[in-house]
């Protein structure tokens, strides 16, 4: 079955770190681009972070660069993005998509 | 960075009915447009892509549309369905950016 299906989310302290996972299965996925787009609760939606075929190329909204890595490995076929000094603004479902692929979405809530 | 204003934000429509949504793009995105279906709790929907090309499996009654900088996704023949919020979103450059939304909801 083509699927994503994200994990690792969870309640953060602001300032801590956290890492989602992405994994993919069904296609090829070393073929396509990768994403994360995250939607505060009741909000939009809100493109994160990018990455290329082979990781050689990552881009990132400004909001997260610096703090936020994503990260891929093909041999597992999974996507990752790593999530340094957390704030309270980041709190949301964090989606990994490759389109028309979407994952069901993992939340991310940042309190103290 | 490129901002998509999207209108209207709520559009209440009647089963049967042909309704309109729109994005506008501030700078130059060529067909680099894709429209989005969400419903609450799912993961968005890939409706349209290249500003006019149906997604596989999207009833034909949907469709992508553009006139210069303006790209509007039309549904024919509202159903029931179709009650959701609508994104597009300009994958031209980085970053990527998401209009705001539309929620059509029953009048």
């Known amino acids: 079955e083509v699927q994503l299906v994200e994990s690792g989310g969870g309640l953060v302290q602001p300032g801590r770190s956290l890492k989602l996972s992405c994994a993919a299965s069904?296609?090829?996925?070393?073929?396509?681009?990768m994403a994360w787009v995250r939607q505060a609760p009741t909000k939009g939606l809100e493109w994160v972070a990018s990455?290329?075929?082979?990781?050689?190329?990552?881009y990132y909204r400004d909001s997260v660069k610096g703090r936020f890595t994503i990260s891929r490995d093909n041999a597992k076929s999974s996507l990752y993005l790593q999530m340094d000094s957390l704030r309270s603004e980041d709190t949301a479902t964090y989606y990994c998509?490759?389109?028309?692929?979407w994952g069901q979405g993992t939340l991310v809530t940042v309190s103290s | 960075d490129i901002q998509m204003t999207q209108s209207p934000s709520s559009l209440p429509a009647s089963l049967g009915d042909r309704v309109t949504i729109t994005c506008r793009a501030s700078?130059?995105?060529?067909?680099?447009l894709r429209w989005f279906q969400q419903k609450p709790g799912k993961s968005p929907r890939l409706m349209i892509y290249?500003?006019?090309n149906l997604a596989n499996g999207v009833p034909s009654r949907f469709s992508g549309s553009r006139s210069g900088s303006d790209y509007s996704l039309t549904i024919n023949s509202l159903e029931s369905e179709d009650m959701a919020i609508y994104y597009c979103?300009?994958?031209?450059?980085?970053?990527?950016?998401f209009g705001s939304g539309t929620k059509l909801e029953i009048k």
């Open positions: 998509t490759t389109d028309p692929l």
């Open positions: 069904g296609f090829t996925f070393s073929d396509y681009y």
């Open positions: 990455i290329s075929y082979d990781g050689g190329s990552t």
């Open positions: 700078q130059d995105i060529g067909n680099y």
């Open positions: 290249g500003a006019t």
């Open positions: 979103l300009q994958h031209n450059e980085y970053p990527f950016t």
